[in-house]
C-alpha cells in the first residue's frame, strides 16, 4: 500500500495526515482528540510510508501512548499489523532469495525501513511456521 492510499483510508475515517518536525526522533504520532496524524517531515518517503501505517494501526486500535503492559501490546500490534501491511510474503520471499538474507537489500527492495524488516521476521513470520 503506498503512502498516498493510507492516505485516502485515513481520509475515510474522518483522520487528517500532516508532516511536522517532531520531538525526540519520532516518525510519527496521533492525536485522537484532533483526529489527527501527524508525520515527520525531514525523513524520507520510506519512512513516512512505515510510519503511517504504524500509527494507523495505533490509531484503529484507539491505543494508549502509555507505558506498562497496555502500551507494550499495542506497540507490539502496531509493529506487526503494519509489517503485514507494508510487506507480502511473495515479495519478501523473492527479496530473501534475491539478497541471501542481507537486511540492508532487502529492506529497499521492499521499500520498507529495516525495522519493519525486522518486525516482519521476528512476528509476522512465525505465524506462518508450522508446528
Not at 485515513?10 to 518536525?21: P, T
Not at 520531538?23 to 525531514?42: A, C, F, H, T, W
Not at 523473492?94 to 532487502?106: P, V
Request: hydrophobic share 40%; with cysteine; net charge negative.
Amino acid at each position: 500500500m503506498t503512502y498516498g492510499q493510507m492516505r485516502g483510508y485515513a481520509a475515510s475515517l474522518g483522520v487528517d495526515v500532516c508532516s511536522d518536525n517532531l520531538p525526540d526522533d519520532k516518525q510519527g504520532m496521533y492525536v485522537r482528540s484532533l483526529n489527527l496524524i501527524v508525520i515527520e517531515r525531514d525523513t524520507t518517503y520510506r519512512v513516512k510510508r512505515c510510519a503511517l501505517a504504524h500509527e494507523l494501526v495505533h490509531w484503529e486500535y484507539r491505543d494508549a501512548m502509555c507505558g506498562g503492559v497496555a502500551g507494550m501490546k499495542g506497540e507490539r500490534r502496531a509493529r506487526l499489523l503494519a509489517a503485514s501491511l507494508l510487506v507480502s510474503s511473495a515479495e519478501y520471499a523473492g527479496a530473501e532469495e534475491l539478497y541471501d538474507g542481507e537486511r540492508l537489500c532487502m529492506a529497499s527492495e521492499l521499500d520498507v525501513t529495516v525495522q519493519v524488516l525486522d518486525d516482519y521476521r521476528e512476528l509476522v513470520l512465525p505465524r506462518f511456521m508450522v508446528v
